[in-house]
């Protein structure tokens, strides 16, 4: 396996994966990088560039196997593993993603869903038990939990992150719109909403001055 | 304003804008883009690299004013403008982004919420109805929508947002995996969070892997 590949590089990997998924699914056996470039939007030279990181993936040419090529950049992203999730704060987001059913489907097994709010526990999504922050603690030691999605106000959220750390969450998912400040080369990936809004505002701004 | 920007330093924009907001809470009247390289662990060469984009905000050495920092970045991220915002798709994540009181006070002003559910019809979130699909065209003809959030699956999806750009949005938020292909030019910012968490799944493999 190649090590120094870019982040922009393991950046469209995802969408790479996602196309090769609906071309599966519709039946596509082969694909040539022309066709694979034209659906995708990016140059054919672009996408040989990227596979080339990994070897390439099969012959130019003829054409990459769609199904091959599919497993391979899944096996890169990690998604022939089994992680196990767990998500803070049972709200609207937290309860969103509990619901995708898509996440299972790709390994990753949500187990447990922890709230500050009493109220809540007992209750359960997609049989998944909320329960009491309380138990994070207990939870985490006695399961194997890879992943913790934080979908919490910003306030809480940097404590928390601590504490998962110190627990022993591998890996943080973060919502909170804040930054989390967690050990040199502890691996979090951050979805700032708020964020992504306001790129959205830029452009919507910088059009409309263009056109006045 | 210049007009040539990188989209890097746009991307970086909301951060300063989330910390220089925190600063200005807290209190803090000046900050030296030393401080400010501290705090948000980015360099004070690249800080005032990216401010000089839009004239410098200040005079260095003396340290930047906060609030009027924040401000000016408000400005360029169209933060002093009101957007209308609708949602397309009232599950729990359209839930989620209707119950964000924060984009409200940023302008961005929620107006409708659209859902193919007709049970759902009727109902309100945050005083904002919930009202059939089949009511979009005439609320968007109506209404001066800025922006629609599309949190629906994705198989609707791409025939929705086409709909949406004819009957005159201006930009799609999208929350649906898949890319809407919209004619050339038009506004869509993506939030794909399966790619988002197969990064994280990326990270976490490649450091087991490292770690054996």
């Known amino acids: 396996m190649a090590e120094n590949i870019s982040s922009a590089v393991i950046g469209r990997l995802p969408r790479y994966y996602r196309y090769l998924g609906d071309l599966k699914e519709a039946g596509v056996v082969r694909i040539s ?5 034209k ?3 990016v140059t054919a030279s672009q996408i040989r560039q990227d596979f080339n990181n990994f070897g390439g993936f099969g012959q130019q040419g003829y054409g990459y196997n769609v199904e091959l090529l599919y497993n391979e950049i899944g096996k890169i992203l990690g998604l022939d593993k089994n992680f196990n999730m767990i998500i803070i704060g049972a709200g609207n987001l937290g309860q969103a993603i509990a619901n995708y059913k898509d996440f299972d489907r790709r390994g990753f097994k949500l187990v447990g869903i922890f709230d500050v709010n009493p109220k809540l526990e007992g209750l359960s999504i997609r049989d998944i038990p909320i329960m009491s922050i309380d ?3 207990s939870f985490i ?3 194997n939990v ?3 999605a934080l979908t919490i106000p910003k306030l809480h959220a940097p404590a928390i992150a601590k504490q998962l750390v110190d627990y022993g969450v591998k890996a943080i998912w973060n919502f909170a719109p804040v930054d989390l400040n967690l050990p040199e080369g502890f691996i979090v990936e951050n ?3 708020a964020e992504s809004l306001m790129q959205l505002s830029y452009a919507l701004t910088a059009s409309e001055r263009d056109s006045n």
Chains 1, 2 share one sequence.
């Open 146 to 148: 890879h992943i913790a």
């Open 135 to 137: 138990k994070l603690e």
């Open 191 to 193: 979805v700032h909403l």
């Open 33 to 37: 990088s022309q066709e694979l470039s």
């Open 39 to 41: 659906k995708m939007n």
């Open 141 to 143: 030691k006695e399961h």
